[in-house]
């Protein structure tokens, strides 16, 4: 990945951070869905304006963060990533 900016997001992705960064967007939602985030809001919670690039280094960039999200999601005790139906 080109971006250094992402670099550092992945570095900073661990079950500790990622549980509180979806804990706090799951607050700010109904009651009725507060068990449910979207991943696409904790990505845009990570990045938080950062420049991921252009193009394809862009979507490369993604399309890590979202694996690494995916699979972070699973070491934390009473989570879980569940593919949503398109």
Do not use: C, F
Not at 8 to 23: C, D, F, P, R
């Amino acid at each position: 990945m080109g971006s250094q900016a992402a670099k550092e997001i992945l570095g900073q992705i661990t079950s500790e951070k990622l549980e509180k960064v979806i804990l706090d967007l799951a607050s700010t939602q109904p009651t009725s869905q507060e068990r449910l985030v979207v991943l696409e809001e904790i990505v845009r919670a990570l990045v938080k304006g950062k420049e991921l690039g252009i193009g394809s280094e862009r979507l490369e960039a993604y399309l890590e963060i979202t694996r690494a999200i995916k699979e972070t999601v699973g070491l934390i005790q009473g989570m879980r990533y569940v593919e949503a139906n398109s």
